[in-house]
C-alpha cells in the first residue's frame, strides 16, 4: 500500500452547477479519507483550493470558502473519533479570518491523533511552496537559529511545509477528471510519484476507483531513480 | 491448558488456511489486471499501427500551434539506447516539431549529446541556436536537461538570492519577502542558465508513471503523458498522444 495518496480533487463545477458540485465533492473526500484510514494508508493529502483559483467569480470563491468552513466544523467531532489528524498548507494569510481560525483550531485539537494524517491543501501554490521554504531559511540564517554555507536541495525539502508529514513526498498521485498535468501541486515533492489520472470526475470517484488507482500503483515497477540491480 | 492448546490448534490452522486463502484471491485480482493490460497493450500495438500507417486522416495533418514546447523524459537506462533516441527525435523532426527538450534523471542524454547531434544534422542544441537562423520545417531546437537543471538549479538560484538578502539585510529590517519571490527565483535561474521555457507536453518513455524529477520549476501546466518503456515506442502512439494534446483546453485554474 502507498504510505502517502495525494490528490487532485478535480471535477467538481462540471459534475454540477453552483453548490451541488462542490458538496457532492465533499462526500467523495469523506469515503477517501474513511478508506485511508480503514486500509492503513498514513498521509492523505487533497489539493481543495489553489492559489490560481482566487480569480474565480467572488460567488464561488465564497461558497467555497462558507463550505470549508462547514466542513471543518461538521467533521471535527468525526475526525477526534476517527483519529485523524488534519494539517493545512497554503498561504493561509489569503484565507477569511473565521477560516483560519478553524485551521488552527483543529490543527491543534487533533494533532495527537495518529490513525490518518489529512493535509489540506488551501490557496495552496508549489512554486510559492519553494520560494516559502527559501525565505523561511533565510529567516532562519539571519536570526541565528541556522549556521548555513550553502542552500542544499535537502534543506529546502525540510522546510517545505510538507514536512510537517513524516512521508512528505506522495508514493501515489490521483487526478480525477481526465487532466493530465500537476496545475502548480507538490511541484518538488512529486518528483518520483507514481501519477494516475483517471477520467471520473471527483464527485464520482469512489471505492471502485480508488481500488483501480491503488491496484495500478501496486503493478508499476517503481523506482526512485536508483537502478534495480 | 490440554483443552486451551486443542483449541489453539484448529483457530491457528483456520488463520492460516484464510491467509492463504487471501494471497491467492490478491495474486488471482493481480493476474486478472496484467492480463487486461496485455490485452490493451495488444489494442495499442494495433491502434499505433494503424494510424502509422496514415489511414485515420486526422493524424496525417497535426496542428502544433499549441505544442510550442515539448518535452521528452527518458528513464535514464533506457537513455543508454541511443539509437531508439535518435529514432525518436528524427520522428519529432519529422512531424515538425521545432523546439524539443530531452531529459534523464542521470544526465545519460547530456553525454550522449555528440553522438545525438552527429546523427540528426538538422538539430541544434539550444545554446548553439543562432536566432536569425530560420526555423525551416527540417531544423529542430534541442536542449539537453537533467537534475542539474532541476532541483539543484533551485538550490543554486536559492543561494544567489540568499546572497542579495543579506546584502539588504544590513540595510534594511526586510525578511526575505522582496528577494524570495517566484519573479525573483525565475530570474535567478535565468542568470544560471537554467531557465528554459515550461513544456506544453511531457512524454514520459520508461517503465514508471512519474516525471523523473523533471526541473518542477516548469512544470505548473504542463500536460504528462506516459508512453511506456522506450524499447517499445511506436510511431503511432507518439501521433496519438501529440493529437489528444491539441485538443485539450486548459483553465489556469478559473
Same mark, same amino acid.
Given at each position: 500500500?502507498? *504510505? ?30 474513511? #478508506? ?12 481543495? &483550493? ?45 484565507? =477569511? ?5 478553524? &485551521? ?10 495518529? *490513525?490518518?494524517? !489529512? ?5 495552496? $501554490? ?13 529567516? +532562519? ?23 510537517? $508529514?513524516?512521508? =512528505?513526498? =506522495?508514493?501515489?498521485? %490521483? ?16 518528483? @518520483? ?11 464520482? &470517484? ?7 488507482? #491503488? ?15 | ?27 488471482? %485480482? ?11 497493450? !495488444? ?5 499505433? @499501427? ?8 486526422? @493524424? ?34 519529422? %512531424? ?16 550522449? +549529446? ?31 536537461? $537533467? ?21 539588504? +539585510? ?26 528554459? =521555457? ?13 516525471? !523523473?524529477? &523533471?526541473?518542477?520549476? *516548469? ?14 515506442? +511506436? ?6 498522444? %501529440? @493529437? ?11
Amino acid at each position: 500500500m502507498p *504510505r502517502h495518496v495525494a490528490v487532485i480533487m478535480d471535477g467538481n463545477a462540471r459534475w454540477a452547477r453552483r453548490s451541488a458540485g462542490h458538496e457532492a465533492g465533499v462526500k467523495s473526500l469523506r469515503e477517501l479519507t474513511k #478508506l485511508c484510514s480503514e486500509w492503513g494508508i498514513g498521509v492523505l493529502t487533497v489539493f481543495a &483550493f489553489s492559489s490560481d483559483n482566487w480569480v474565480r467569480p467572488k460567488a464561488e470563491v465564497e461558497l467555497l470558502m462558507g463550505l470549508f468552513e462547514r466542513v471543518i466544523q461538521m467533521e471535527l467531532e468525526n475526525f477526534m473519533r476517527e483519529g485523524v489528524q488534519v494539517c493545512m498548507i497554503g498561504d493561509s494569510l489569503n484565507l =477569511p479570518k473565521s477560516l483560519q481560525k478553524l &485551521f488552527a483550531d483543529a490543527e491543534e485539537m487533533t494533532k495527537n491523533n495518529s *490513525r490518518l494524517q !489529512l493535509i489540506a491543501a488551501v490557496s495552496y $501554490s508549489g512554486k510559492h511552496g519553494i520560494v516559502q521554504a527559501c525565505r523561511t531559511i533565510a529567516c +532562519k540564517v539571519k536570526d541565528s537559529h541556522l549556521e548555513l554555507e550553502d542552500f542544499g536541495e535537502r534543506l529546502i525539502e525540510r522546510e517545505l511545509e510538507t514536512s510537517c $508529514s513524516e512521508f =512528505p513526498c =506522495p508514493d501515489l498521485l %490521483i487526478r480525477t477528471s481526465g487532466e493530465l498535468r500537476l496545475s502548480n501541486f507538490m511541484l518538488w515533492q512529486l518528483a @518520483y510519484t507514481e501519477l494516475f489520472f483517471v477520467r471520473a470526475l471527483w464527485p464520482d &470517484f469512489g471505492k471502485a476507483e480508488f481500488i483501480e488507482a #491503488l491496484l495500478s500503483y501496486q503493478q508499476r515497477q517503481r523506482r526512485y531513480g536508483a537502478r534495480v540491480s | 491448558m490440554g483443552s486451551t492448546n486443542k483449541m489453539r490448534g484448529p483457530n491457528c490452522w483456520t488463520a492460516r488456511v484464510g491467509s492463504f486463502g487471501l494471497q491467492l484471491i490478491w495474486h488471482f %485480482i493481480h493476474f486478472i489486471i496484467s492480463t487486461c493490460y496485455f490485452v490493451l497493450g !495488444l489494442a495499442d500495438a494495433v491502434d499505433s @499501427y494503424v494510424i502509422s500507417s496514415g489511414l485515420l486522416k486526422k @493524424y496525417n495533418d497535426l496542428n502544433l500551434g499549441k505544442l510550442r514546447y515539448l518535452a521528452i523524459g527518458v528513464d535514464s537506462d533506457e537513455a543508454r539506447q541511443t539509437s531508439k533516441v535518435i529514432k525518436l527525435l528524427q520522428w519529432l523532426s519529422d %512531424i515538425g516539431m521545432k523546439h524539443v527538450c530531452l531529459y534523464d534523471e542521470e544526465g545519460v542524454l547530456k553525454k550522449s +549529446k555528440d553522438a545525438i547531434l552527429e546523427k540528426l544534422s538538422h538539430v541544434r542544441l539550444f545554446e548553439e541556436t543562432d536566432e536569425k537562423l530560420p526555423l525551416d520545417k527540417k531544423n529542430m531546437n534541442l536542449e539537453l536537461a $537533467s537534475p542539474s537543471d532541476g532541483k539543484e538549479a533551485v538550490a543554486k538560484a536559492a543561494n544567489l538570492l540568499f546572497t542579495k538578502h543579506l546584502e539588504l +539585510k544590513s540595510a534594511t529590517e526586510d525578511q526575505g519577502e522582496n528577494v524570495f519571490t517566484e519573479a525573483n527565483m525565475s530570474e535567478a535561474l535565468r542568470a544560471l542558465g537554467c531557465s528554459g =521555457p515550461e513544456p506544453d507536453l511531457l512524454l514520459v518513455y520508461g517503465p514508471a508513471r512519474c516525471h !523523473l524529477g &523533471f526541473p518542477p520549476w *516548469r512544470l505548473r501546466y504542463t500536460e504528462i503523458v506516459h508512453m511506456g518503456p522506450l524499447k517499445s515506442m +511506436k510511431h503511432g502512439s507518439l501521433m496519438k498522444a %501529440i @493529437y489528444k494534446f491539441t485538443l485539450v483546453h486548459q483553465n489556469y485554474g478559473k
